[in-house]
């Protein structure tokens, strides 16, 4: 089975509205934590946010808030105000285990475009 | 912030001859390096996990003989794909992380494209 599931291939978003990218994932492991990345044309993983699975409030990092929703196991991305510069590939990632653990799995990533 | 390079970003090979990736983290002690493969349009695929002063442990599927992977510094990662061939091009990532159980991030290098003719 799937751990992480991005259903999104690609999504067109005029700039300027907000833009949510889905991420559902698997895991028995209580203790879990969701990251999502961006990946522009160059290559380079961009960090974005992160999800602690015993975080009480979802986690926001500026223009990007992440939509964590234990029961269903989705923790969607939310972008506000989109802008030109946000189109890339968007992937989700899960690491199981505490903080300790290490290993990151990724979905299959959504590419964002932003359209002027 | 934290910064990983690598080097080459980019590298053409005649099939059959063996290539090497650095990977070095500029401001920080990485503890653990990871390797990353990313095949066009396709997602990231952990290759292995390596750890300073030890072996490093390969994901099911990915051949350990063909994938060297030595991390003997701190500060140095470096993955060797021995006689390469055209199904082994792909761009490699490597990431890493301090050893503070407290940090939850894997820091990105900028990838590495590799071309085997």
């Known amino acids: 089975a799937q751990k992480i599931t991005q259903t999104q291939p690609g999504m067109f978003v005029q700039e300027k509205e907000a833009v949510t990218l889905d991420c559902t994932y698997d895991?028995?492991?209580?203790?879990?934590?969701l990251f999502w990345y961006k990946q522009p044309s160059s290559g380079e993983m961009i960090f974005l946010i992160y999800?602690?699975?015993?975080?009480?409030q979802n986690a926001t990092e500026g223009r990007y808030s992440l939509n964590f929703q234990k029961a269903r196991k989705s923790a969607n991305l939310v972008i506000s105000a989109s802008q030109l510069g946000d189109s890339a590939m968007y992937f989700c990632a899960m690491r199981e285990g505490n903080v300790g653990a290490q290993k990151l799995v990724f979905g299959q990533g959504t590419r964002l475009t932003i359209n002027p | 912030g934290a910064v990983v390079s690598q080097h080459p970003s980019w590298v053409i090979c005649k099939s059959g001859t063996s290539v090497k990736i650095e990977c070095r983290s500029l401001?920080?002690?990485?503890?653990?390096m990871f390797w990353y493969r990313q095949f066009p349009k396709q997602s990231l695929m952990l290759m292995a996990t390596?750890?300073?002063?030890?072996?490093?442990?390969?994901e099911q599927g990915v051949e350990k003989d063909k994938f060297l992977i030595n991390h003997a510094s701190l500060t140095l990662s470096t993955l060797t794909v021995t006689s390469a061939h055209p199904e082994d091009s792909s761009f490699y990532i490597c990431?890493?992380?301090?050893?503070?159980?407290?940090?939850?991030?894997?820091?990105f290098g900028p990838g590495t494209r590799l071309t085997v003719t």
């Open positions: 999800q602690g699975s015993y975080d009480q």
């Open positions: 390596s750890n300073e002063g030890s072996k490093a442990t390969y």
């Open positions: 401001d920080f002690q990485a503890t653990t």
């Open positions: 990431s890493a992380r301090t050893g503070t159980l407290s940090s939850y991030e894997q820091y």
């Open positions: 895991t028995s492991d209580p203790s879990y934590g």
